[in-house]
């Protein structure tokens, strides 16, 4: 039963964007697409365990998704409008794509980057519609307690209801103000994916094929947005080496990955993006993030890696985005060229002590410098706060190897 329910939510995982997009299209009210998202979870929950999972199962969870939609309109007995609108759900004629974003998630992801919001509120807003992460799963990525992201979240609703911010179809000329939180999206959505959090897989391929779809179609609605062909390079880049990133059930630090295990065509495809953006020399964030997993994908084993040039890189996008999280992973850099001495005096500077590759870096730091006790404290503070089964298991590993 436990193997069958988590088939359950692994295919709800999978269609949960499609089906919020489909029912705040049709609804066109937050509230009501996620209660009857997770009505349609709970029905699937109690019926596919016996009858089994349908040949459509999202087929079948938008049809029980918008019947209970129907059921709370008509409970509350809400205006005519949105009668009329409940009845949409009954027209199978294919919806007309009309406004330059032809993809419904797509267009989804740009209705709900509205300028009326926070940056960081419409981010995590359309992370819990349309990417389906938990509210657990976007306080990890914005390093934030959970209590504080539902509120977050919350106090989001809130304003869409007050300002009763319209869903319409984004026109051209929404794009440009929307395109950030968007990228944004896509990418927390990617690392979600790439780097799972919880006890289940550890790596989600579903949320990392989904944004790598979602920003092909956005660098073929833009292909003149170097920011846009950055982050779909630094996508396809690190999805290259997704095959070689776990092995039984531990993470596969990048120095010790097999490089006959990537894949060439994704690297190649990767490369061909960063050179686009250096023809249109208009440097980002996106486009710096793959041009530094464009020098680590061109280096035939780890040895060769071009140190100086990723550390180059990084200085470029500190000036961009002198985050300590960049800072961070710039110190990573820095160690491979003077030595972890060096490194480690930058880390310790940063003020990450709740991020879990903060102290993973320490640990690692640490144990090069012979420093086993503090490497041990660093380690067990690692475990404590990885939220990833994969990384907590190769933490522990090297943990265990100290004398």
């Known amino acids: 039963m436990q193997s069958e329910t988590g088939a359950v939510e692994r295919v709800f995982r999978e269609e949960h964007g499609r089906l919020i997009a489909s029912l705040v299209r049709r609804f066109g009210d ?23 999972v349908p040949p459509n199962p999202g087929g079948w969870l938008t049809t029980t998704a918008s019947n209970r939609a129907i059921d709370r309109i008509r409970r509350e007995k809400q205006r005519d409008a949105k009668h009329q609108a409940a009845q949409m759900v009954h ?13 419904d998630r797509l267009r989804l992801l740009f209705t709900c980057c509205h300028p009326a919001l926070a940056p960081e509120a419409r981010i995590a807003l359309t992370l819990r519609l349309l990417g389906g992460l938990t509210v657990a799963e976007i306080a990890q990525a914005f390093l934030v307690p959970e209590t504080a992201m539902a509120q977050r979240i919350t106090r989001a609703k809130k304003k869409i209801a007050a300002a009763k911010v319209p869903y319409r179809v ?44 979602l920003t092909r179609n956005l660098h073929q609605l833009l292909p003149e947005e170097p920011e846009v062909a950055g982050l ?34 994704l690297i190649a495809e990767g490369h061909d993006l960063v050179r686009e953006c250096l023809a249109i020399n208009r440097p980002g964030r996106y486009q710096l993030l793959a041009a530094i997993n464009a020098v680590h994908t061109d280096a035939p084993t780890a040895s060769d890696t071009d140190w100086s040039q990723v550390v180059a890189l990084y ?20 160690a491979e060229l003077d030595g972890p001495k060096v490194a480690l005096t930058l ?17 690692d730091l ?30 522990s590993r090297k943990r265990g190897e100290l004398v």
């Open 347 to 363: 880390v310790d500077r940063l003020p990450l002590t709740g991020y879990h590759a903060w102290h993973a870096t320490r640990a």
């Open 91 to 103: 027209d199978d004629t294919p919806h007309e794509l009309t406004g330059p974003v032809e993809d």
């Open 315 to 334: 200085d470029q996008l500190t000036r961009l985005d002198p985050s300590p999280i960049v800072a961070l992973n710039r110190a990573v850099a820095v």
């Open 232 to 265: 779909l390079g630094l996508m396809v880049l690190v999805e290259a080496r997704s095959q070689t990133r776990v092995r039984n059930g531990h993470l596969v630090p990048l120095g010790e990955q097999d490089r006959t295990g990537w894949d060439r065509a």
């Open 30 to 52: 937050i509230d009501i697409a996620e209660e009857a998202a997770g009505e349609a979870l709970l029905a699937a929950l109690e019926k596919w365990p016996e009858s089994g």
């Open 170 to 213: 984004p026109e051209a000329a929404d794009l440009p103000e929307r395109l950030g939180g968007v990228m944004a999206v896509l990418f927390l959505v990617f690392n979600e994916g790439y780097l799972a959090t919880g006890d289940g897989d550890p790596v989600r391929t579903e949320l990392t094929g989904e944004a790598i779809r």
């Open 366 to 395: 640490l144990r090069r410098l012979g420093q086993s006790t503090e490497a041990k404290h660093a380690y067990d503070a690692a475990i404590t706060t990885t939220q990833n089964s994969a990384e907590r298991a190769y933490l």
